[in-house]
């Protein structure tokens, strides 16, 4: 089981820091909004990047 939340923890980091590149780059590169779906573009926000961050390290803390 242990082995299970660790993977999804390192999992959700992963998705975590993409998540915040791609925000940055977005935020930093206005020019690049043209090239995300809208439905795309709340789940790849800081906001939701530091979420999925967040909750991976602590299931990587958890164990």
């Known amino acids: 089981m242990k ?4 993977v999804a923890g390192v999992l959700l980091l992963l998705l975590g820091v993409s ?3 791609i925000g940055a780059a977005r935020y930093f590169f206005p020019s690049l909004e043209q ?6 573009k709340k789940p ?3 906001q939701y990047g530091s979420y999925y961050f967040l909750a991976g390290l602590l299931c ?4």
Not at 3 to 6: E, G, H, S
């Open 35 to 40: 090239y995300f779906p809208e439905s795309f």
């Open 44 to 46: 790849l926000s800081f």
């Open 19 to 21: 998540a915040l590149v």
């Open 3 to 6: 082995d299970l939340i660790a």
């Open 60 to 63: 990587l803390l958890w164990l």
